[in-house]
């Protein structure tokens, strides 16, 4: 309840969407990124193991950790930084994805989008919130 009332109060985008909507959004992404991952893991030029799992694994551990930063921390720069990563991981993931499954790759693009729109919402609340963001 703290961190509900912690997040209204901050100065949002307002292109920020309801809170239900990322109950929808997550899920969504969570599965298209499972089922990437299993394609990938399953190709026959990447089982047991190629190099974009690795960065796979480093993505999810920082799209993990956002959450706690923001809101369990309510560090929004800090959370920012890990979004940086989380987005250049995934980036990177994509990339190296290509060379083993298109598919699998393309179904890392909504979550691309998604995370460079989360990544100008947690800016402007950076940039917004510069007290609360530094404390």
């Avoid at 990447?46 to 993505?59: G, K, N, R």
């Avoid at 499954?101 to 979550?111: M, R």
Wanted: net charge positive; aromatic share 22%; glycine share 0%.
């Amino acid at each position: 309840m703290e961190n509900k009332q912690w997040y209204k109060n901050l100065k949002r985008s307002k292109l920020s969407p309801p809170s239900y909507v990322f109950g929808i959004v997550w899920p969504i992404l969570y599965t298209l990124m499972f089922i990437s991952l299993i394609i990938l893991w399953t190709n026959k030029k990447c089982y047991p193991y190629c190099e974009p799992i690795t960065y796979f694994m480093f993505q999810l551990f920082f799209n993990i950790t956002w959450t706690n930063l923001f809101f369990n921390l309510k560090k929004p720069l800090w959370a920012f930084v890990d979004l940086c990563a989380t987005l250049l991981f995934t980036i990177i993931t994509y990339k190296k994805m290509m060379k083993f499954s298109k598919t699998a790759a393309y179904l890392l693009v909504p979550y691309i989008l998604w995370l460079s729109f989360a990544f100008y919402l947690n800016a402007f609340i950076v940039v917004n919130n510069y007290k609360e963001t530094l404390s």
